[in-house]
């Protein structure tokens, strides 16, 4: 199994910042894409930006310009700078990663999630 552990939400005023770490531990071969995704109440979860192995990333319209994605990929960990907050990104954050296993002989794509973080941008 693979658990994906998420820490760095919190209340923060319109135009601070945060920034969220997602770590993977468990029986990893490697991880292909990590992302965050978010879900605003009464909202339907979206993603919010990936990022490959290899470091390509992709942004949501509403991130671009101000959160920006990375990893460490030795640490299997996935981070999320998000900068000049605005009361519309309060959300639950959820981390996301397409892990591949290898049990015995065989390698296994699953995809897993995190248990999600509050990220709340009040004054």
């Known amino acids: 199994q693979v658990q994906l552990l998420e820490s760095g939400g919190g209340l923060v005023q319109p135009g601070g910042s945060l920034r969220l770490s997602c770590a993977a531990s468990g029986n990893i071969f490697s991880i292909e894409t990590m992302a965050w995704y978010r879900q605003a109440p009464g909202e339907q979860r979206e993603l919010v930006a990936d990022i490959t192995s290899g470091g390509s990333t992709t942004y949501a319209d509403s991130a671009k310009e101000r959160f920006t994605i990375s990893r460490d990929n030795a640490k299997n960990t996935v981070y999320l700078q998000m900068n000049s907050l605005k009361p519309e990104d309060t959300a639950v954050y959820y981390c996301?990663?397409?892990?591949?296993?290898?049990?015995?002989?065989?390698?296994?794509?699953?995809?897993?999630w995190g248990q999600g973080t509050q990220v709340t941008v009040s004054s």
């Open positions: 996301n990663a397409i892990v591949k296993r290898k049990i015995v002989s065989r390698i296994y794509d699953s995809e897993y």
